[in-house]
């Protein structure tokens, strides 16, 4: 069964403006399935510790499985951002 969590359900709405590329590609992939969002996003909100917990656990099963899909800017990239701690 797929899950349709996404970063909306998690942390509510988007507020606020998308003035840079980067708050414009989280806004885009806001209410997106987490399942469903491109190992770069999942990259993305673990390096913007946005429903860090929850990214985690995505970007560990996508890694055991072996499930990739190219969206990485550089290869490692969804294991490097999760090395990264949350910030407190």
């Known amino acids: 069964m797929t899950s349709t969590l996404t970063v ?6 988007w507020s606020g403006d998308a003035a ?3 708050t414009q590609r989280c806004r885009d992939a806001w209410d997106t399935p987490i399942e469903q969002l491109s190992d770069l996003m ?37 294991l490097e951002a999760m090395k990264q701690m949350p910030k407190q």
């Open 42 to 78: 999942i990259a993305t909100f673990l390096n913007q510790d946005i429903a860090f917990e929850h990214m985690l656990i995505e970007a560990k099963r996508r890694v055991d499985a072996n499930e990739r899909d190219d969206t990485e800017y550089f290869d490692g990239q969804l």
């Open 20 to 22: 840079t590329g980067l």
């Open 8 to 13: 909306a359900k998690l942390l509510g709405p």
